[in-house]
């Protein structure tokens, strides 16, 4: 087959890969256009355009994929199909008409649950058990187009959403291949989406990521690990500053606390939250790095039934 590949961040990278080893020439890489580090100084390229470019593969960096001279690109390479992971930017109808068959995305729920943006952090802060990936054919919609594979993965009790998006990446992988090559060949069967069970999983903010520590300490460990590594979750401490947390350890068979009060109780470092408390993993205050709760709990010196979030 002759594909068109589009993706930008890590999770990406798998399913190139994949696409190369079963023997496919990927004959243009979209992906986007390269990007400043946190200090806004050097321009970094992502890490599909890294990755492509060791394997000598044609990148393109546009602005607007859609716009019509990418389009006319795209369609004088005459590609049987495009595979699509993550790529960040939506594909207007030209564009989807400008290979032979479809392009196909690979979307990281079970559709059509969790359509949209941040699919595995809102499974996991929604405390889901089973999550997926899918892959289907793009059309106008937002992820709403028919069904061509599916796998199903059980989410961890430890799971962040970095960890299972990277499990999920490369499960996903091998059935993005498949599914081209059904598609190619004229044997995939497309279904569409079950009308029932639509729910939206929008790209998290910084709001998102704030505990709030009068939650249910179940609800609390969810949200974090939601957002580990992005955003990252995040509280204040009793001076007001900003801390950034590591996933935490619920602590059911502790006694219930003040939401927020935060001590240390036989080596571990327990916050109070609506219900039991939780331990904390890792922290990272305002212009340090990360660093083990009891550490920083032996540095910080707080006066007796100091309360997290309360600033």
Request: aromatic share 4%; proline share 8%.
């Amino acid at each position: 087959m002759r594909i068109v590949f589009a993706g930008t961040p890590d999770i990406a990278v798998p399913t190139l890969g994949a696409l190369e080893e079963a023997g496919h020439e990927v004959v243009a890489v979209l992906t986007q256009p390269d990007a400043r580090g946190r200090r806004g100084r050097t321009l970094h390229p992502s890490p599909v355009k890294a990755y492509a470019l060791e394997r000598g593969l044609d990148v393109w960096t546009p602005e607007r994929a859609s716009e019509p001279e990418v389009v006319e690109r795209i369609a004088a390479l005459e590609a049987d199909a495009a595979a699509v992971v993550a790529y960040g930017q939506i594909l207007k109808p030209a564009l989807l008409d400008a290979v032979r068959t479809h392009w196909v995305n690979l979307h990281f729920s079970l559709l059509p649950a969790w359509r949209g943006a941040a699919p595995v952090q809102r499974a996991l802060m929604a405390g889901d058990d089973i999550t997926g990936a899918s892959t289907f054919i793009i059309e106008e919609g937002l992820d709403t187009g028919p069904i061509l594979g599916v796998l199903t993965e059980r989410i961890r009790a430890t799971d962040t959403s970095g960890v299972l998006l990277e499990r999920l990446a490369h499960a996903g992988a091998p059935l993005m291949v498949k599914s081209l090559e059904a598609l190619v060949a004229g044997r995939a069967d497309p279904r569409p989406q079950e009308a029932d069970g639509i729910t939206y999983a929008h790209k998290l903010t910084r709001d998102d990521a704030y505990v709030a520590w009068d939650l249910a300490g179940h609800v609390v460990d969810r949200r974090i690990r939601g957002c580990t590594p992005a955003p990252g979750a995040w509280t204040t401490l009793p001076d007001g500053s900003v801390a950034k947390l590591g996933p935490v350890s619920p602590r059911p068979q502790r006694p219930t606390t003040v939401p927020g009060q935060v001590a240390l109780v036989e080596g571990e470092v327990l916050v109070g939250t609506g219900t039991h408390p939780v331990a904390l993993g890792t922290i990272a205050p305002a212009g340090k790095k990360p660093m083990d709760a009891a550490a920083w709990w032996r540095g910080a010196r707080l006066p007796e039934g100091s309360r997290l979030g309360e600033a």
